[in-house]
């Protein structure tokens, strides 16, 4: 057969593949590569097949946009880039290609554990590719070496009343890190657009390596008395994490690293995710556009949503008591929606069937603590509130997502304090936002500007 021209996106893509080869080469070498020198030989292949896509297909239409989705929060509207990772209504998440299961199967775990470890997942969002083991230690090492907090943010959340809710102590000192930005300190000396993304890179690092002390902070400022451990270099970011809450239980660590793992990334549009990329389009250096993202994961609707599902579970149990039959937990869940409430933790923007972050949840508390009430309380709302939501034909999605299950999981192992719950989720979505970032800076994503419409002018333009 003779040979094919190929088109410039299949030979750009070929050499992605050949990129892609290629570190498995690199690391079979003396020393593998680090996460930033993977990136740098990653980079130039990606640029140029954007550059092919848009020159073959930059003037095709994805179809009408409707004036409901102007209305309607933009849902469906194509109109984002981000490779990291994809969301499909029916199936779930997948982290560049990968479900969660798989991911559980081939992302590096900590010795004896069987959770991914999300140096991993950050790794694999990063290249599409999954590292090797000791290229994970690696990462676990350089961010115990970056973790140290400025001792003037300490000092800002040492100064917050105690009922200053977790969130906005915890946006408070990620925006004050901005102090330290390579990437502001770099824009102001007049580095060229091609580096942008180098210092947004030694940001993003040091934006999660700072990430458990200010977590750690805030929970003992605000549940404990103020003191923190130091980070132990040698054991991994979760483990890390879990000291510093105070809780040495191997089991409460692997919950936390499948917990940062399927947390990370939702793709592109969700409140948090797409926030960080906006604010960041402005050259809003990572802690900035990451502390944009925070104020919208702390939102009810968003990240919000796995405290207020256990407010939620312990006000239903005060009502109906433990142990409740099915027809109580009907009536009380009837309750909520007739008193113009949402079900907390369960409906979704974008998926339709039940949240495959959901499902791994359930399959750790299975495992864990399959006799625990709260958990069983969990089971049981599942068992009654989809048929509930169908029944009332509102919610387009009547199934659990993430949050429905995050809370009863942290609670078994003593952290109760449900107001802490979205700081999790907010550490666990740095890694996808800030891979964003650096991708964002490195294929030089212009500023973000949609345009708005008033409602007259919608009515002039469809006016017969
Ligand atoms: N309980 C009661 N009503 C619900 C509902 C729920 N769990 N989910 C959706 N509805 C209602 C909506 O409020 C909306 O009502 P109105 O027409 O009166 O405004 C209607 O059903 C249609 O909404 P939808 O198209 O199905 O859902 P949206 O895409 O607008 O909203 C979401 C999605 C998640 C905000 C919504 O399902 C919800 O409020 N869920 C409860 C809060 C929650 O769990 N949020 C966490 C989501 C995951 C995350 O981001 O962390």
């Not at 880039?81 to 290609?97: N, P, Q, Y």
């Not at 479900?99 to 290249?127: D, M, N, R, V, Y």
């Not at 191997?250 to 793992?261: D, K």
């Not at 996808?432 to 002039?460: F, N, T």
Request: net charge neutral.
């Amino acid at each position: 057969m003779a040979f094919r021209a190929q088109s410039p996106l299949l030979s750009a893509l070929r050499s992605a593949q050949l990129a892609r080869a290629s570190v498995r080469f690199a690391s079979t070498g003396a020393k593998p590569l680090t996460l930033k020198e993977r990136l740098a030989e990653l980079i130039p292949t990606e640029i140029e097949k954007v550059k092919q896509i848009r020159a073959e297909h930059g003037k095709k239409s994805f179809g009408p946009v409707l004036v409901d989705q102007l209305y309607g929060g933009m849902r469906g509207l194509p109109a984002l880039i981000w490779d990291g990772s994809v969301l499909d209504a029916e199936e779930g998440i997948r982290f560049r290609g990968k479900s969660i299961p798989e991911c559980q199967e081939l992302l590096p775990k900590a010795p004896g554990g069987s959770e991914p470890l999300p140096e991993g997942l950050f790794w694999l969002l990063l290249t599409g590719e999954i590292p090797t083991q000791e290229q994970v230690k690696e990462l676990s090492r350089e961010w115990a070496a970056r973790a140290a907090v400025p001792e003037f943010v300490e000092e800002i959340l040492d100064r917050c009343p105690p009922t200053l809710h977790p969130m906005s102590q915890f946006s408070l000192a990620v925006t004050a890190l901005n102090h330290d930005s390579a990437f502001a300190k770099a824009y102001q000396e007049g580095i060229s657009k091609k580096d942008y993304w180098q210092s947004t890179f030694e940001d993003s690092m040091d934006l999660i390596a700072k990430l458990p002390n200010i977590a750690g902070t805030i929970y003992r400022n605000v549940f404990g008395d103020g003191k923190l451990p130091p980070i132990d270099p040698e054991k991994d970011y979760s483990h890390n994490l879990a000291t510093l809450l105070g809780f040495d239980n191997e089991a409460f660590v692997e919950l936390l690293r499948l917990y940062i793992t399927i947390h990370s990334d939702h793709e592109g549009g969700n409140v948090s995710a797409h926030t960080g990329k906006l604010v960041g389009s402005a050259l809003s250096d990572p802690f900035l556009a990451f502390g944009a993202s925070l104020n919208g994961l702390a939102g009810p609707l968003h990240g919000l949503a796995n405290q207020e599902v256990l407010i939620w579970l312990r006000k239903m149990q005060a009502k109906i008591g433990e142990n409740a039959s099915d027809e109580a937990v009907k009536e009380y869940v009837w309750s909520t929606l007739k008193a113009g409430q949402v079900v907390p933790g369960y409906g979704h923007a974008v998926l339709r069937k039940t949240d495959p972050r959901y499902t791994a949840q359930r399959e750790f508390a299975l495992k864990h603590m399959g006799n625990d009430p709260l958990f069983k309380l969990v089971a049981q709302v599942y068992s009654v509130v989809p048929d509930i939501l169908l029944e009332a034909g509102k919610a387009k999605n009547p199934w659990p997502n993430v949050d429905a299950h995050s809370g009863v999981l942290l609670s078994h192992y003593g952290l109760t304090q449900m107001q802490f719950y979205t700081v999790l989720f907010g550490v666990s979505r740095a890694f996808g936002v800030a891979a964003q970032l650096i991708w964002d800076r490195a294929l030089g994503a212009p500023l973000e500007r949609p345009k708005s419409y008033s409602s007259d002018a919608i009515h002039k333009m469809f006016k017969q």
